[in-house]
């Protein structure tokens, strides 16, 4: 009579409390005892899996596998180590890596025997039959592709938790990123690769990978319990004196926890330009620092995610009615954070060379795609908070667009989701399936302008317009009116979008505007601009009586 996987659930909930019981007992524990009933359950659970594993799955026999078999071994044996001393504790230590090794195995050997039992093959692994463990059966059992799919994601997930807990970091990040081309938008995914980045001192990887999985579709809850005690660890270690701030990335952690767990807010607006300026700094030094580049923009994008899900399936005057102050706050300056640091990378973009425009363009694409999903929640005033990033767009807008044929550009809009994929945000291409045949090059401009064109389509205080005129496009910013007001320009640049730009240090440099304004307007203003006693009114007279540059 063959078995059932209903007889072998009722003898794994035996052996399970059997085995509770026993590690329970008072001291001395039945060492040899506890060995055997443990290895009775791993055959007991390993049976189910290959027995039927659609319901296998659906009674959770992985987690239990993982858990009282493994899992609790493991903690104890950590907490052994840690207690003991000397020769005891070598000892102990020996064992710890033994049981490691052999989990570790027999998690391979388990994916390679489901592979051969379901007839199936899984990406980036080898089937048993590959490698010459086995032949391919005439008659296999069946399961459904998903749950080969999640077992195998299950499986190369706890190889990669082995591996990280022997300090194998590179071989447990292997493991995670195979386990992420099987199942791929989890947040626990992301959270493992936060720990090997904390394990290895690198918190400011860390906090990314954390807050990727905060905002992942399918989130991983201690995520956000280990991105908190993270950010208290850094706080109580950061100096009180602003002007005493380590480094750039220090200091940006410091100002990133403050709008995930709200403070003194006033620190905010005192450290951003700051870190603004350091940011410039960094960039100009013209290294390709893609990880950098990836975990400072991904931390501006996660936390503006955050602090819009209140607003989602809501308008905007209905957001001003529901929402508390602190949320608004909260809103309002991640924009700013998000804003402040595109600008950056767009400024630095005009100094680059090719490559390294490549390098940095992906990261200007995923910050203007969140803002089209959000541009409706978001008030005019905020969105022109920054006016030299609109300037710089502008700029890199109109230089980019003679290079791809704007009418035949990638439309991107509808075939990106709200998700922010950490898979999609490390890669320079988007795998699109229509007939386009443009170099990664062209294809990363397409998906500028196509971004571009989303906004401009989308916005509702009219802000960006685009003009056409012999065939080519142009577009321009119109800075709000509300914006213009009587202050000096060298005592108060910020306040006026015409003088935001960091390229206007050095006053006689007009460049910055070679789409806005006509040849002749450039010589008025020049002279005006150089001159310090200047005031914003000369300068919106002379803006008002011209009109903007054709193409």
């Not at 002279?527 to 300068?539: F, G, K, Q, R, W």
Request: glycine share 4%; net charge negative; with cysteine.
């Amino acid at each position: 009579m063959s078995e059932s996987i209903y007889d072998l659930a009722r003898e794994a909930e035996l052996l399970k409390s059997s085995l509770q019981h026993l590690q329970d007992s008072s001291p001395p524990i039945d060492t040899a005892r506890v060995w055997s009933t443990r290895q009775r359950l791993e055959d007991t659970y390993r049976r189910m899996l290959l027995l039927e594993l659609d319901t296998a799955l659906e009674k959770r026999v992985e987690v239990d596998l993982w858990n009282c078999v493994f899992r609790n071994q493991i903690t104890a044996l950590q907490t052994s180590i840690t207690h003991l001393q000397n020769i005891q504790r070598d000892e102990m230590i020996a064992t710890y890596h033994l049981f490691l090794e052999s989990t570790c195995g027999f998690y391979y050997q388990l994916l390679l025997s489901i592979c051969y039992r379901y007839n199936s093959s899984l990406p980036a692994f080898l089937s048993a039959e590959e490698i010459g463990a086995c032949r391919r059966p005439a008659c296999s059992a069946t399961a459904g592709e998903d749950s080969v799919r999640t077992i195998g994601h299950e499986c190369l997930m706890r190889m990669g938790d082995v591996s990280r807990y022997k300090g194998e970091y590179a071989l447990a990040k292997k493991y995670y990123l195979q386990a992420n081309e099987l199942s791929p938008g989890r947040g626990i995914l992301s959270n493992q690769l936060g720990l090997i980045a904390s394990s290895q001192g690198n918190f400011y990887k860390a906090a990314f990978h954390y807050s990727h999985s905060v905002v992942s579709r399918s989130s991983f809850p201690p995520s956000r319990d280990n991105l908190e005690k993270m950010f208290e660890s850094h706080v109580r270690q950061f100096p009180e004196e602003i002007s005493n701030i380590p480094s750039f990335q220090s200091g940006f952690l410091y100002l990133v926890s403050l709008l995930y767990f709200p403070r003194d807010l006033s620190l905010f607006t005192l450290m951003l330009p700051k870190l603004t300026a350091a940011l410039s700094t960094i960039l100009q030094q013209g290294d390709d620092n893609y990880e950098f580049m990836l975990c400072t923009v991904g931390l501006c994008l996660f936390v503006c995610v955050i602090s819009y899900q209140p607003l989602t399936g809501i308008t905007l005057h209905q957001a001003r009615e529901c929402l508390t102050t602190e949320e608004l706050q909260k809103c309002k300056l991640s924009l700013l954070l998000l804003f402040e640091t595109t600008q950056v990378l767009v400024s630095s973009t005009f100094s680059m060379t090719r490559h390294l425009l490549n390098t940095v363009l992906p990261f200007i694409i995923a910050p203007l795609h969140w803002l089209s999903l959000h541009i409706h929640h978001t008030p005019a005033e905020q969105l022109t908070q920054v006016p030299s990033l609109w300037h710089g767009i502008v700029k890199l807008f109109n230089s980019l667009s003679l290079k791809v044929d704007f009418e035949t550009s990638i439309d991107l809009t509808q075939s990106m989701s709200e998700e922010i994929s950490l898979i999609e945000f490390l890669s320079h291409q988007h795998k699109d399936n229509t007939a386009n045949s443009c170099s990664k090059d062209t294809l990363c401009i397409a998906k500028f302008i196509s971004r571009i064109k989303c906004i401009v389509q989308q916005q509702q205080c009219d802000f960006l317009s685009l003009n056409t005129h012999g065939g080519t496009y142009q577009l321009i910013y119109t800075p709000p009116a509300a914006a213009m007001v009587d202050h000096d320009v060298t005592t108060s640049p910020t306040l006026s979008p015409l003088f935001s730009s960091p390229l206007l240090n050095n006053t006689t440099d007009c460049s910055f505007f070679p789409s806005i304004w006509s040849d002749s307007l450039y010589q008025q203003a020049s002279p005006l601009l150089a001159t310090p006693t200047t005031s914003v009114d000369t300068i919106q007279s002379l803006w008002n009586a011209s009109e903007p540059a054709s193409p």
